[in-house]
């Protein structure tokens, strides 16, 4: 898979560090990106603005991050929009197996628990490996 054009980042308080770590390091790279909720908000709560960030990934077809204290919540969120599938990645594995299994188009990160040379390979896996497809569509489809 070829890096997207655009990408739509979107954190609480908790992952607001991580993401602007992620944010340059995509930027670097010419990804366009959409930041649904640019500044630190130390009182705001992550289930709205995951949701904005997934009415954008749908709004301009294009993947997303989120980020938060350990990324569980925000996935959960994520995962409540429709034509959303959001993986909560932890690993280089779980980041492949996101989009070749999963054909995920959100991801997930806890920046409280992901260092940022970790963060930055994880986010290069999932924004470069392709769906199998396959036994895999199926299941996929399934979600839906």
């Not at 980042?9 to 909720?37: F, Q, S």
């Not at 925000?74 to 999963?102: F, P, Q, W």
């Not at 470069?128 to 036994?135: I, K, M």
């Amino acid at each position: 898979m070829q890096q997207p054009e655009q990408i739509v980042l979107a954190a609480d308080h908790a992952g607001h560090e991580l993401k602007e770590v992620i944010k340059m390091h995509l930027t670097e790279k010419g990804i366009d990106i959409v930041d649904v909720h640019p500044e630190l908000d130390e009182g705001d709560d992550y289930p709205e603005i995951i949701r904005k960030g997934c009415a954008a990934m749908l709004e301009y077809d294009c993947p997303g991050i989120v980020f938060g204290g350990s990324g569980n919540g925000e996935a959960m969120a994520a995962n409540k929009v429709t034509g959303i599938r959001c993986a909560l990645v932890y690993s280089d594995e779980t980041a492949k197996l996101a989009r070749a299994h999963n054909n995920a188009n959100a991801m997930s990160l806890g920046g409280r628990l992901t260092d940022e040379a970790t963060a930055k390979t994880l986010v290069d896996i999932f924004l470069t490996t392709d769906f199998e497809g396959g036994r895999h569509k199926r299941r996929v489809e399934d979600l839906e």
